[in-house]
């Protein structure tokens, strides 16, 4: 079955506020309040990412750097180096500003945009160095099908962080819904190059191929 640009980014929005369904995921079975000590670099990298999920970033990139300490080899050191620089926050996050986005969040998370909206503005306009709630906004815009403010909103976010593998992917996702596969397509390579698990990325590349056709 083709996947078709709405669904791209529905999935979007859903992978945002779910957490990882992953084997390794379910293994850790209650999430520790913060990563002990002593555990291996995969295990590390799983509770990064529910950390990450759960809205904690600060804690998953504390999880992160020990994973790298712990890596015994440059696979999973290099994973973890690549999470840390492109799907978390470039700068420290204060506990208010992760409170604000986590509330913009749920409201996402419920389809209440319009409050969604207003608070992901507000926490971007109080803390200029987080990146995250640009994001965000950039991915409801996309639902919305506005191209212009969601590629406002993703350049944004890659003016403070260009590694951030979502905000390539949002800036594609705004071509894509003028049918511009070119520039859709660089994008998307882009978002890859900084973060090659992003699945998104992968599925729209595959989505660009078919109107090839």
């Known amino acids: 079955m083709k996947k078709t640009l709405a669904s791209i980014l529905i999935t979007t929005v859903l992978q945002l506020?779910?957490?990882?369904?992953?084997?390794?995921?379910?293994?850790?079975?209650?999430?520790?309040?913060?990563?002990?000590?002593?555990?291996?670099?995969?295990?590390?990298?799983?509770?990064?990412?529910?950390?990450?999920?759960?809205?904690?970033?600060?804690?998953?990139k504390t999880t992160l750097r020990l994973a790298i300490a712990a890596a015994r080899d440059n696979a999973a050191k290099n994973r973890a180096v690549t999470m840390l620089k492109s799907e978390l926050p470039r700068y420290p996050v204060s506990e208010d500003a992760n409170r604000l986005n986590n509330q913009a969040y749920t409201h996402m998370a419920q389809n209440?945009?319009?409050?969604?909206?207003?608070?992901?503005?507000?926490?971007?306009?109080?803390?200029?160095?987080?990146?995250?709630?640009?994001?965000?906004l950039s991915t409801i815009y996309l639902t919305q099908k506005q191209p212009i403010p969601a590629r406002e909103a993703a350049k944004k976010a890659l003016a403070i962080n260009p590694d951030s593998s979502n905000g390539w992917?949002?800036?594609?996702?705004?071509?894509?819904?003028?049918?511009?596969?070119?520039?859709?397509?660089?994008?998307?390579?882009?978002?890859?190059?900084?973060?090659?698990?992003?699945?998104?990325?992968?599925?729209?590349?595959?989505?660009?191929?078919?109107?090839?056709h």
């Not at 309040?33 to 999920?53: F, H, I, Q, V």
């Not at 803390?127 to 994001?135: A, I, R, V």
């Not at 511009?180 to 590349?205: G, Q, W």
């Open 17 to 60: 506020t779910s957490l990882p369904v992953s084997a390794d995921a379910e293994n850790l079975v209650i999430v520790p309040d913060n990563p002990p000590n002593g555990w291996s670099a995969e295990r590390y990298l799983t509770l990064a990412l529910t950390y990450k999920n759960m809205g904690a970033p600060e804690k998953a």
């Open 112 to 136: 209440h945009n319009s409050q969604a909206i207003l608070l992901f503005k507000q926490c971007a306009a109080k803390y200029p160095k987080f990146e995250s709630p640009l994001n965000s």
């Open 169 to 212: 992917l949002n800036l594609g996702n705004s071509y894509l819904l003028e049918s511009d596969y070119k520039s859709a397509r660089t994008f998307a390579e882009k978002a890859i190059r900084c973060y090659p698990e992003n699945s998104n990325a992968v599925e729209m590349l595959k989505y660009i191929e078919t109107k090839r």
